[in-house]
């Protein structure tokens, strides 16, 4: 269904369950797994159905798994050096055929595990061991992880997220004199702009980030007191910025039709990912939904001889997915009658959620905007709370790159102009 068409330049091998897999140095280890065609790496807790990753970004569970014996890695978000041993958890048997998948049908309408065969005498103490074992997701890392103490670091401005509007900001920032943090949970800097390498390579060459301070494949775990807490998976930083500017994107939309989830089922951002990364669909592709990542992700098989093999559906005609361990087919309505299309791998446009969470969670506003989901609220200057701005597509911005650099220059001059303001305070920090 996938797999690699470009020889890898610098290959290491990793370990899915013991088989030996090739992979690109560098590159996420779900995309390496993707490009040996193992698609299907997780299960969903509770009802154990098939899981694959959707999103590369960190945003959806279809890639946990247990790493060098810790549970639950996104291996979207860990590079591969080599030598990485994945191994498949929370099932019984193997990850294609887990015995527990017999919840999904047994219960098709969900299970209330809080009330199921609750209070019985003797049933109870069974069914809560049971439900352990179904909803676990993965069991203690086989050593103890020890306690590292996190470094305290300077900034005048930390910017979360380095897309485009993060990166925007940040060179912007840097260029008017600001000391600059740029933080980013990928494993390559460029946010969305991987899946779009050329955008990506115009982007750093007119903006350059040589005098920021890069945190690549750290996290913005949270804000406590204006202290931000970085985190990797090494060690952690506490910075506390003059400025916190809120890059963080947003999570790809999901098609909301009957088996949305099978494995197969790829947002178009994701797949373009994985073309640029040289590893594509080798059968029939259906692309949904229209706007920059479909556009991109229709240029990237088309470029690779995939043109043929694929179809585009507009996302108000697709009225389901087929398929019972992965996708077989979409479903397609016209008018009164629907009609199924054979296709094995799906990429979807479905309209993006913004990334509001962790600016809410350091006391930015945020607003409901229906049809749009929650989003960062700023005001015309693109501020969001005290000393917290926010750009870009959590903001509720589309995914226009024009469009978000502009509100990133924008959003930069008037950060700028607040610091510049303090500096001439008396006493200001
Ligand atoms: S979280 Fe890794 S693919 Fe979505």
């Known amino acids: 269904m996938l797999g690699r068409r470009r ?38 807790p509770k009802l154990h159905r098939p899981r694959a990753p959707t999103c590369l970004r960190g945003a959806c569970d279809g890639c946990l798994a247990r790493v060098d014996g810790l549970p639950n890695v996104m291996t979207c978000l860990r590079s591969a050096r080599g030598g990485e041993r994945i191994e498949t958890q929370n099932v019984l048997g193997s990850r294609e055929s887990d015995l527990l998948r017999v919840t999904d049908w047994f219960f098709p309408q969900g299970i209330d595990h809080h009330h199921l065969m609750a209070g019985i005498p003797g049933v109870s103490s069974v069914m809560v061991s049971f439900a352990r074992k179904l909803a676990g997701l993965g069991t203690l890392p086989d050593e103890k992880v020890t306690e590292q103490r996190a470094r305290r670091a300077e ?52 903006y350059t980030l040589s005098s920021v301070e890069k945190l690549q494949g750290w996290t913005a775990v949270g804000i406590y007191r204006r202290e931000a807490l970085l985190a990797s998976n090494e060690s952690a930083v506490v910075v506390r910025p003059k400025a916190l500017v809120f890059a963080t994107g947003a999570h790809d939309g999901v098609l909301t039709v009957p088996n949305n989830d099978l494995p197969g089922l790829f947002s178009a951002r994701a797949l373009s990912h994985l073309g640029a990364r040289g590893v594509f669909p080798l059968g029939r592709t ?35 997915v087929k398929g019972s361990n992965r996708v077989r087919a979409l479903i397609v309505s016209e008018g009164k009658k629907s009609r199924t299309v054979d296709v094995d791998v799906i990429g979807h446009a479905a309209p993006s959620a913004p990334s509001f969470e962790v600016a809410e969670q350091a006391g930015a506003n945020t607003v409901f ?61």
């Open 7 to 44: 020889t890898l330049q610098d290959p290491v091998t990793i370990y899915l369950d013991d088989e030996p897999i090739q992979a690109e140095r560098g590159e996420p280890l779900a995309v390496a797994l993707l490009g040996s065609n193992k698609v299907t790496l997780a299960r969903s």
């Open 155 to 206: 900034a005048d401005v930390l910017v979360v997220g380095a897309g485009i509007s993060g990166h925007v900001v940040a060179s912007q920032l840097a260029a008017l004199g600001a000391k600059v943090m740029l933080v980013d949970d990928g494993v390559a800097s460029g946010g969305s702009l991987v899946c779009a390498p050329s955008v990506h390579k115009k982007i750093a060459d007119e």
């Open 286 to 320: 259906a692309i949904v939904g229209d706007g920059f990542w479909a556009d991109e992700l229709a240029r990237v098989l088309n470029e690779n001889g995939a043109s043929d093999r694929t179809v585009r559906v507009p996302l108000s005609s697709v009225a389901g």
């Open 369 to 429: 905007r229906p049809g749009g989901g929650y989003a960062v609220a700023c005001d015309e200057q693109g501020k969001c709370g005290d000393g917290l701005w926010a750009v870009g597509e959590c903001t509720g911005l589309p995914f226009e790159p024009d469009r978000l650099i502009e509100n990133a220059r924008s959003v930069a001059k008037n950060v700028a102009a607040t610091l510049t303001l303090n500096t001439h305070q008396p006493g200001a920090e």
